[in-house]
């Protein structure tokens, strides 16, 4: 289980979250909703280890990572989907999907079967250049180089962003597969309502970088969650 406790974290004067708390269980998806510019980006940077936090705790099953670096904590099984994909344009698909070793022991550094299971496209393209790809084959890309850390924590940023229906309704069935059959735990970010309504256990929606709404899927009502996301 992963919780956060009272975290604040700071860009240089500016607070960009406050005294934030929330949890992300084993076989759960949680989402976390708000508008653009709220601070839930920071919230995962800061739980991967790209942002360090002022005060407050981040516990990873029972261990404070609150000082480990993100290799450390992509290590202790912690992977990341960056908003944006960030795949390497220049290395083939392989050769992105290899950069994920960097984390595994070296008897641990292949690529699994459960990789193609679940993208399958991915198997026909392995000598193909990531720049190359189209933006949801890129987005596809990116989960399964998170997934060759063999992740018990997934935090995936805005993973619909700009991609086509059917790559979402595949990106929907994949995060369902991992929560339900490998007992991950699933953390993102999501705009879309309409995908992560049907899709997430839990929410928090964030607004001005604190915690104003949350709770599992039933005690969540619409109306409330959706005037956190209108402008």
Same mark, same amino acid.
């Given at each position: 289980?992963?919780?956060?406790?009272?975290?604040?974290?700071?860009?240089?004067?500016?607070?960009?979250?406050?005294?934030?708390?929330?949890?992300?269980?084993?076989?759960?998806?949680?989402?976390?909703?708000?508008?653009?510019?709220?601070?839930?980006?920071?919230?995962?940077?800061?739980?991967?280890?790209?942002?360090?936090?002022?005060?407050?705790?981040?516990?990873?099953?029972?261990?404070?990572?609150?000082?480990?670096?993100?290799?450390?904590?992509?290590?202790?099984?912690?992977?990341?989907?960056?908003?944006?994909?960030?795949?390497?344009?220049?290395?083939?698909?392989?050769?992105?999907? *290899?950069?994920?070793?960097? @984390?595994?022991?070296?008897? #641990?550094? /292949?690529?699994?079967? &459960?990789?193609? $299971?679940?993208?399958?496209?991915?198997?026909?393209?392995?000598?193909?250049?990531?720049?190359?790809?189209?933006?949801?084959?890129?987005?596809?890309?990116?989960?399964?180089?998170?997934?060759?850390?063999?992740?018990?924590?997934?935090?995936?940023?805005?993973?619909?962003?700009?991609?086509?229906?059917?790559?979402?309704?595949?990106?929907?069935?994949?995060?369902?597969?991992?929560?339900?059959?490998?007992?991950?735990?699933?953390?993102?970010?999501? *705009?879309?309502?309409?995908? @992560?309504?049907?899709?997430? #256990?839990? /929410?928090?929606?964030? &607004?001005?970088? $604190?915690?104003?709404?949350?709770?599992?899927?039933?005690?969540?009502?619409?109306?409330?969650?959706?005037?956190?996301?209108?402008?």
């Amino acid at each position: 289980m992963l919780e956060i406790n009272n975290v604040d974290l700071f860009y240089g004067a500016s607070q960009a979250l406050k005294s934030i708390s929330m949890r992300s269980y084993p076989g759960k998806i949680t989402c976390i909703m708000g508008r653009n510019g709220v601070g839930k980006t920071s919230i995962l940077k800061a739980i991967v280890g790209h942002k360090p936090i002022s005060s407050g705790t981040i516990i990873w099953e029972k261990i404070n990572i609150s000082n480990y670096s993100s290799n450390q904590r992509a290590k202790s099984g912690i992977a990341y989907v960056p908003q944006g994909r960030e795949i390497f344009p220049l290395l083939t698909v392989q050769e992105n999907l *290899q950069t994920g070793f960097s @984390a595994l022991q070296k008897k #641990d550094r /292949f690529i699994q079967d &459960e990789i193609f $299971e679940l993208f399958p496209i991915l198997k026909n393209m392995l000598k193909r250049k990531g720049g190359d790809l189209s933006g949801g084959q890129q987005q596809q890309l990116s989960i399964a180089r998170a997934l060759i850390t063999r992740p018990r924590l997934l935090v995936l940023d805005e993973p619909t962003e700009g991609i086509q229906p059917s790559i979402i309704k595949n990106i929907d069935k994949v995060i369902r597969f991992l929560a339900k059959n490998n007992n991950m735990a699933i953390l993102l970010v999501e *705009q879309y309502f309409e995908f @992560a309504k049907n899709l997430a #256990d839990n /929410f928090v929606v964030i &607004e001005r970088g $604190e915690v104003v709404l949350s709770g599992n899927r039933n005690e969540m009502i619409e109306e409330d969650v959706r005037k956190h996301l209108t402008i």
